[in-house]
């Protein structure tokens, strides 16, 4: 157990935020959206899926967002990584594309929300597609860097 210290922690909470964080996201998109859509009456339909939305809303607000956030930082701090560090090529300059990925993906995550509460289903379903599409290319960053 000696080799699972504080760090290996921190970096456990943010790995497994994110995999709730997309695997929420993939387990909404390609296993409960689809059969709900084909075997739900449209009001059923749309109050289940406006149900399941807003309590993943919910949950990426009150658990996945913070947690990703404070042990991310937590993370870079440990490492030493400044805002100059982020123009370095390698490791900075992969964090940085992380990172802007990230705010992509958040403003296309809430951008999601706002077009479904205001009745707009196509947009909200193509900034639901740039959010999965988004995560899954921050996972392909993170794997790029190093866990030291």
């Given at each position: 157990m000696d080799t699972v210290g504080w760090w290996s922690l921190v970096r456990f909470?943010?790995?497994?935020?994110?995999?709730?964080?997309?695997?929420?996201?993939?387990?909404?998109?390609l296993v409960i959206l689809p059969p709900a859509r084909r075997l739900l009456d449209p009001g059923a339909k749309d109050r289940f899926t406006t149900a399941a939305g807003r309590r993943f809303g919910?949950?990426?607000?009150?658990?996945?967002?913070?947690?990703?956030?404070?042990?991310?930082?937590?993370?870079?701090?440990?490492?030493?990584?400044?805002?100059?560090?982020?123009?370095?090529?390698?490791?900075?300059?992969?964090?940085?594309?992380?990172?802007?990925?990230?705010?992509?993906?958040?403003?296309?995550?809430?951008g999601h929300g706002i077009a479904r509460s205001r009745g707009r289903p196509e947009l909200a379903r193509s900034l639901a597609v740039v959010s999965l599409v988004g995560s899954l290319g921050i996972v392909l960053l993170a794997t790029a860097l190093p866990t030291t």
């Open positions: 909470a943010h790995v497994t935020g994110a995999v709730l964080w997309v695997g929420g996201q993939l387990a909404l998109s919910i949950l990426t607000g009150t658990v996945f967002l913070p947690v990703q956030l404070a042990t991310g930082w937590a993370m870079a701090r440990h490492r030493g990584v400044t805002w100059a560090s982020l123009a370095e090529p390698g490791y900075g300059r992969t964090l940085a594309a992380k990172l802007a990925l990230f705010a992509v993906v958040m403003l296309a995550a809430a």
